[in-house]
Structures are given as structure tokens and as C-alpha cells.
């Protein structure tokens, strides 16, 4: 029976790679990646050599019946995105919804995904949170941050560094300038940063030293009254 391997890349440090993500990446007979390049580096890092196809948020569905034929075709598929889980603001949602509809077995192994470190280490509750993901950047955006700022779980977003800054006054617009956060950026990397305070204090921090890589914000819930 076919099966596909929903496997956990690391996020910036190979060293978090886990031995069981190995060996699947060591057995599998075909990997379908996010970026056929990156994964080929981590590949080449491990010193494994397999068939790669590329599995895109840009092909993801136009590709699915391909993606479905070769699952078929083999006993066992590798689903990765460039960093991180699949389908966590990557593909995969859509490829696992078609495979379980197919009958194809789906087995999805525990690994790196970066809200989680930055919550932990956020200082903030991490018995209830809520995961957005990206905002939208134009419509629905202004509606999304008034429904967030009555949300009493922690929140956590991902975005990009040029619109950390505009995401951080927006915080502090909708939910006000002492609103507490907490940016993580460049997780597990050289160059690994958290920054703590409130919304404004957080910005203006920003807004003098303009962030690079990649970035989580964390904010906490509303307080109860």
C-alpha cells in the first residue's frame, strides 16, 4: 500500500534534523519538495541521493493529480517543504486531504516548526495560544486585527521582515501601545534574536534597526477584566 511521509526539515540548524526523519529520507522512493534546490543541499548534507520533484505553493494545484499518480506508483513518498513542517504555512494541506480521499496512508513525523520555540521562549501562556500564520497583507487585514485584539490566548504570527514594522504599529494601533510582544527571529541561526517589550517599544526598535531573516511575533492575549 502507498504511504506519504510528512517530514520535518529544519528550520536554519541541520543539526535539529532527527535521526527517524533520516532514515524515512534514507528509504523513501521519491521525495516531492518545496524548493527541488534547498532540499537537494539537505540531501547532499546527508549524503543521500533520491528522485525529487518539485511541490509548490505555485503548482500545488495544478500538481495534485501528478503528486497522487506517483504516490501510487511507489510504496513510499517524502513530502517536505524548505524548512520546517508541511502544510504549517506551506503546501501540503491540500496533497494529505487528496491522499487520505485515495486511500493513501498518511504517516507525519514530529519536527521543527518555528511558532513553537518562539512561544516557549516568548515568556507568554503556552496552554492556549492561537496560530495565524500570515495576516493578509491588503483585505481582511484591518478586520483581522480587530478580531485579534479581543483574542485573550496568546497570539502568534509569522511575517516578513519588511512588514515587521507595519505589523508592530498595527499592533499597537488595534490593541494598543503597551500591548506586549515578543519578535523571534532567525530561530536556531547564527545570528538567533528575541526581542521583548511592548508594541511600540518593540517598533521603534524596528523601525531603527531594520530586521533581516526570518521572523515570529508573539503577542500576549488580552487580559481579562
Known amino acids: 500500500m502507498s504511504k506519504l511521509y510528512i517530514v520535518p526539515t529544519p528550520i536554519g540548524n541541520l543539526e535539529d534534523i532527527t535521526l527517524r526523519a533520516i532514515r524515512i ?19 547532499n548534507h546527508l549524503g543521500i541521493q533520491k528522485p525529487i520533484q518539485p511541490f509548490h505553493a505555485h503548482n500545488e494545484h495544478r500538481s495534485l493529480e501528478n503528486a497522487i499518480s506517483k504516490i501510487g506508483m511507489n510504496s513510499s513518498v517524502v513530502l517536505v517543504s524548505d524548512a520546517g513542517t508541511p502544510g504549517i504555512s506551506d503546501p501540503g494541506f491540500l496533497l494529505v486531504r487528496e491522499c487520505l480521499a485515495n486511500g493513501i496512508e498518511i504517516e507525519c513525523l514530529p519536527g521543527p516548526a518555528a511558532l513553537i520555540p518562539a512561544l516557549v ?3 507568554f501562556p503556552c496552554d492556549r495560544f492561537v496560530f495565524e500564520g500570515f495576516l493578509p497583507h491588503k483585505k481582511g487585514r484591518q478586520t483581522k486585527f480587530l478580531e485579534l485584539a479581543e483574542e485573550q490566548r ?3 504570527l509569522y511575517e516578513s521582515p519588511h512588514r515587521l514594522v507595519k505589523c508592530l504599529d498595527q499592533i ?10 515578543c519578535v523571534a527571529r532567525e530561530i536556531t541561526k547564527l545570528y538567533e534574536e528575541y526581542k521583548r517589550g511592548s508594541a511600540k517599544e518593540i517598533g521603534d526598535y524596528y523601525k531603527a534597526n531594520p530586521p533581516k531573516g526570518e521572523i ?7 487580559k481579562s477584566k
Open 25 to 43: 529520507l534514507q528509504e523513501t522512493d521519491f521525495i516531492l519538495a518545496e524548493d527541488t534546490r534547498v532540499t537537494k543541499r539537505l540531501l
Open 121 to 123: 521562549a516568548s515568556g
Open 154 to 156: 496568546t497570539i502568534i
Open 172 to 181: 499597537a494601533e488595534f490593541m494598543g501601545e503597551d500591548r506586549l510582544v
Open 216 to 222: 515570529v511575533i508573539v503577542i500576549e492575549g488580552k
